[in-house]
């Protein structure tokens, strides 16, 4: 069922052009970084159940992945750690764009960047869903690309994962937040790539104390953490909830549309970036196991 990559690529690049990061750019000006502030605040409920002894405090910053996703990630570390959520991820962008120092040439407004986020909310956690940027869409990156320069797209990206780390501490203070590095899946098109990016994920969480989700082996198969597939074996879970199983006479599901490889959202991608509108197994799968990495060290 799968379409030719040459057909996949062209039509990724069309879709992920104001949504996304694939390998080659889309043959378009990135959008006007926003005026007004996009960070949504959701709060828990009163709720008269038990509870963690102090519920904790949840920011989530990223590129398209996290914008289809903050609804989902939200729903979850509400209902199972009666976390304060807040999320504030922009599409196409990478970690230099929630730099401090950048806003002339960042796709992330001056109120939105990580650090400004941790001196205002106070998070326990910050977490950072990155793809990893690597055709140069946002300005901050210089125009240093993947397939131009693998050697300096590393260096610039793991210099950036460093000045991040450091702003977000800074910011903190006696009360620095954890950091939450969320691994990505495969990749077909540059799959070493982003088993060096998550690598680069694990040495800087590893430096600065932070912690690492492995939500990428969550979509990827159990025979390769690196081998993209566009359908998965359903969970216990899904089977129990047939709009997350989406092909029950097999026993599989879906975690691709056959339009984008890249994205999880089984709806349609669109030039105005939203969280995503349907049930997806992709996005709670990778939700799901941040909420996991959250509640075990705030256990």
């Known amino acids: 069922m799968r379409k030719p990559w040459v057909v996949g690529v062209l039509l990724a690049g069309v879709l992920l052009g104001g949504c996304g990061d694939p390998a080659s750019a889309p043959g378009e000006p990135p959008p006007t970084a926003p005026h007004a502030s996009a960070t949504t605040h959701q709060r828990v409920p009163a709720s008269p159940g038990p509870g963690p002894r102090t519920a904790p405090k949840v920011l989530y910053l990223g590129d398209s992945l996290a914008m289809e996703g903050r609804r989902v990630l939200g729903q979850e570390v509400r209902r199972e750690l009666k976390a304060e959520y807040t999320s504030a991820p922009y599409s196409g962008t990478t970690l230099c764009d929630y730099l401090e120092g950048t806003a002339d040439r960042s796709l992330v407004p001056a109120a939105d960047k990580a650090a400004a986020l941790v001196r205002r909310l106070r998070p326990d956690f910050v977490v950072l869903q990155f793809w990893g940027n690597s055709w140069g869409y946002t300005p901050c990156m210089d125009g240093i690309t993947y397939d131009r320069s693998p050697a300096r797209y590393f260096t610039r990206y793991a210099a950036d994962a ?16 954890s950091v939450v590095w969320v691994s990505q899946g495969p990749d077909p098109i540059t799959p070493d790539r982003v088993r060096r990016v998550n690598a680069l994920y694990e040495q800087r969480a590893d430096a600065s104390g932070g912690l690492v989700a492995d939500a990428g082996k969550a979509v990827s198969p159990a025979t390769g953490r690196y081998t993209w597939t566009q359908y998965l074996p359903c969970t216990p879970y899904e089977r129990a909830h047939p709009d997350y199983c989406t092909q029950p006479g097999r026993g599989r599901t879906a975690l691709h549309r056959d339009d984008d490889y890249l994205h999880f959202c089984l709806a349609p991608t669109t030039s105005t970036p939203k969280p995503c509108p349907v049930r997806s197994p992709g996005i709670l799968r990778i939700a799901r196991e941040i909420t996991k990495t959250i509640r075990q060290s705030a256990g």
């Open 162 to 177: 460093r000045r991040l780390t450091e702003q977000i501490a800074a910011a903190g203070g006696s009360t620095r937040p």
